[in-house]
């Protein structure tokens, strides 16, 4: 009897919804524990939520039901939440492999639903001891200050220095300690030498004996990518013809102090190696760890017979994820100082002898690389395109667009006015679906409706997403459905799970797509159908990070 007391019932009904809510799918399979971690917090939601109902509605003086009838309530509520509870838990396991069939996952025996709930425990008893600490945090503080100001004004300030504690303690503590101690772990991580990755033999590569970028300050990522890839070997056995090497350039954080110090080196290093000799010249912005999507870059080397040079520079040793909360900005400013750098180069240069200029990214890279230019510094001497795969949703850009996509259009897949210059490609629509031509100016999307990275979106906390309304994805559940509060905390864990989807689905692009692409945006001169067919062929199982 004495725990009929300290529950509300109205909480724990509204928790019960919120609970049952967070086992329908999503856009992708979830594992148990992180199934545990959002039923968990969408629980304590709820039920935060109706113990403040509970709370508003005593303090407004409305009628309360007496003990007897309290008692039989909250005896009625814990009946219903255990029905409830047991039910969803049981349909879970059959609506996550609704998902996976979707993704042509094998399906999962259950989502053991006592570990599910055992961690939605967990959490829930989690957020009542922090919800304890901050009651008896409060009512110190109050009481402190009620010798000095009226009760009520004491209670007013008691509340608001018991938040002012705990949320220094979150963020100045808890968060930035957090922070620091992943960057010094990515960053001892990025200096360390692979054993499978050697210098380049021929001393003029980047990272060679007379590059004006040390093997040592390219960082893990760097060193990775200027000595993978395509060779011109490889690449001529593919065409039956004679083909060059791709040009690879790559600066490291270590390689200079500022952004702009790091863009010059790599636009010296760039004109040293012949970069502006060749006839694309790719700007290509990367994560946050620094990593270039090799199902991106390695088919475009090909496409173009190796007759592209390739330059990027790193911002960050965290991943995206992180490097997004922590280094946003930092981001930003580098990929807008190389753009600058070489752009500026770049139209010094004849019309008719400098490579044609385009941009790419993915997900981070995709926003950094949108924010590296403004439109209004271009448009006397525009560059030719860009490609941005898994856009970010807090891509002004890409909002700006998708919000103003043609009637009938879905949001997962837009239609912008005539595509003349912006158009979005999918698993199963490529660029050239238009009947209207593609101007000289070209930007790309490829995104997945699958992908939580673009299409999570902090409003679904209170209001249905664009992208759940009408026609659904190919990839996303038809079972998926909206609930306040708990689709935001879903599409959140789609978010940690990310790069666990198979590929071509979620955050994870698959080459195959990339080619389709490539070959609409550059409209490659001797490219026929039946070599794209061939380069999809020879990538099977080219895998994002």
């Known amino acids: 009897m004495r725990l009929l007391k300290l529950f509300s019932a109205s909480g724990l009904l509204l ?43 005593s303090y407004l003086e409305f009628p309360l039901p007496g003990p007897r009838t309290e008692r039989f309530v909250k005896l009625a509520a814990s009946a219903v939440f255990l029905v409830i509870a047991v039910v969803f838990l049981w349909r879970a396991s059959e609506w996550q492999n609704s998902v996976r069939r979707l993704m042509e996952m094998e ?14 425990l967990l959490v829930f008893a989690f957020f009542v001891l922090v919800a304890w600490l901050f009651r008896r945090t409060f009512h ?59 210098p380049p033999d021929d001393p003029a590569h980047t990272g060679g004996a007379e590059s004006l970028i040390s093997w040592e300050d390219l960082g893990g990522r760097g060193r990775r990518f200027v000595t993978s890839g395509p060779s011109g070997e490889d690449i001529g056995a593919f ?41 694309v010249l790719l700007l290509a912005t990367p994560t946050g760890r620094g990593w270039v999507d090799p199902a991106a870059q390695n088919p475009v080397e090909y496409i173009l017979r190796g007759d592209v040079a390739t330059v990027a520079a790193q911002y960050s040793y965290l991943p995206s994820p992180l490097a997004l909360i922590a280094e946003g900005e930092y981001g930003v400013e580098t990929a807008r100082a190389l753009f600058e750098e070489i752009y500026g180069h770049w139209t010094t240069l004849p019309e008719d002898e400098r490579p044609a200029l385009y941009l790419h990214g993915l997900s981070l890279g995709a926003l950094n690389s949108d924010r590296s230019f403004d439109l209004y510094d271009i448009i006397d001497d525009p560059f030719q395109g860009a490609l941005w795969s898994g856009p970010p949703f807090r891509s002004d850009t890409w909002r700006q667009i998708t919000s103003s996509r043609e009637r009938g259009s879905p949001a997962w897949l837009p239609r912008f006015r005539d595509g003349t210059v912006v158009r979005f490609m999918n698993q199963e629509q490529g660029l050239n679906t238009l009947e209207t031509d593609w101007g000289p100016f070209r930007i790309a999307y490829l995104q997945y409706a699958s992908d939580p990275v673009t299409f999570f979106d902090p409003q679904a906390f209170y ?25 935001m905390l879903q ?25 389709d692409a490539w070959v609409a945006l550059l409209e490659p001169q001797r490219w026929t159908d039946g070599d794209t067919e061939r380069l999809k062929r020879l990538f099977p199982t080219e895998r994002g990070k």
């Open 15 to 57: 928790g019960t919804l919120f609970f049952a809510f967070s086992l329908t799918p999503s856009l992708l399979p979830r594992p148990f524990f992180v199934q545990g971690i959002i039923s968990g917090l969408s629980f304590t939601a709820g039920y935060a939520l109706g113990y403040a109902g509970r709370w508003l509605w």
């Open 107 to 120: 399906e999962a025996g259950g989502v053991q639903p006592f570990g599910v709930a055992f961690i939605a």
């Open 140 to 198: 110190f503080l109050s009481r402190r200050m009620e010798r000095f100001v009226p009760r009520r004004v004491s209670f007013a300030l008691g509340t608001a220095a018991a938040l002012a504690l705990f949320w220094s303690v979150i963020d100045g503590v808890i968060f930035t300690q957090t922070l620091r101690m992943a960057d010094n772990t990515y960053r001892q991580l990025d200096v360390l030498m692979q054993d499978d990755v050697e």
């Open 239 to 279: 065409h039956g013809e004679e083909a060059q090497d791709p040009i690879r350039v790559y600066v490291g954080l270590n390689a200079a102090e500022t952004p702009q110090e790091r863009a010059r080196l790599a636009l010296e290093e760039l004109k040293r190696v012949g970069g502006f000799e060749r006839s």
């Open 463 to 487: 209001s249905e997403p664009a992208w759940m309304s009408g026609e659904r994805g190919p990839d996303v559940s038809p079972d998926l459905r909206w609930f306040p509060v708990v689709t």
């Open 491 to 515: 599409l959140a864990a789609d978010m940690m799970v990310m790069g666990t989807s198979p590929m071509g689905y979620g955050h994870v692009y698959a080459a195959e797509h990339y080619i």
